[in-house]
């Protein structure tokens, strides 16, 4: 069966640092998505992410950036100079085929808490 | 504004009793799902609806009820049967032919006295 582990349970730094949430996954398939969504405060989640298991290329969108590596079945989110807005649940999530429909699998989330 | 709604954001209900919790969507998404969070844990897949007047159980179905009687709407039932329903509950829809496209409703937070 499929599995995401986010390792990380909480991570703290100060505004303006980088930091880096980790994301490992299982999978058997050889086509497959892997996404990241955020949850604030409020409760909501919010989608940041969708990417192909056949394109391996970095992205960037703004402060955001991630790194999927097929070899070591990882897709590592990276945020650039932090800010007090970014403090939230950070899921990991990977796409599972299951009796006639993609559902997700999600780990269990990475708190970050970003202090001014 | 399309999205998803979710109410009341905030439930109580003592024990032995069945509560609704409703979600409702505007973006004419055919397939809607509810999710359980607890606490330190990833979101799990309680039931999903691909068409109306159709569902499917999901990982921890067992406890839950849904309906579908309209496209717009996916009411989710907690019985009396849960053993421990006090949760974060999200629901979610997407479009039939990207069902791991999903966007996500506020949430309701059920709290069993």
């Known amino acids: 069966a499929q599995k995401v582990t986010q390792a990380q349970t909480e991570i703290s730094v100060v505004e303006k640092e980088d930091v880096t949430l980790d994301c490992v996954y299982e999978t058997r398939d050889t086509t497959y998505y892997l996404f990241w969504y955020k949850q604030p405060p409020s409760g909501e989640l919010v989608f940041l992410i969708r990417?192909?298991?056949?394109?391996?290329q970095n992205e960037i969108s703004g402060r955001y950036s991630w790194n999927f590596q097929k070899s070591t079945s990882s897709f590592n989110f990276t945020i650039t100079a932090s800010q007090v807005v970014d403090s939230a649940v950070y899921f990991c999530a990977l796409s599972e085929y299951s009796t006639g429909f993609q559902k997700l699998v999600f780990g269990t989330g990475t708190r970050l808490l970003v202090s001014p | 504004d399309g999205g998803i709604t979710q109410s009341p954001k905030y439930l109580f209900r003592k024990e032995g009793q069945n509560v609704t919790l409703s979600c409702e969507q505007n973006l004419n998404h055919d397939a809607m799902y509810w999710y359980r969070q607890d606490p330190g844990q990833g979101l799990r897949l309680i039931y999903y609806?691909?068409?109306?007047?159709?569902?499917q159980k999901g990982d921890i179905a067992e406890g839950y009820s849904v309906s579908r009687e309209k496209k717009e709407s996916f009411p989710l039932t907690v019985t009396s049967a849960q053993k421990n329903p006090t949760a974060f509950y999200l629901c979610a829809s997407s479009l039939i032919e990207a069902t791991d496209t999903q966007y996500f409703g506020p949430g309701t937070r059920l709290t069993v006295l």
């Open positions: 990417r192909n298991s056949f394109d391996e």
């Open positions: 609806s691909q068409i109306v007047n159709d569902f």
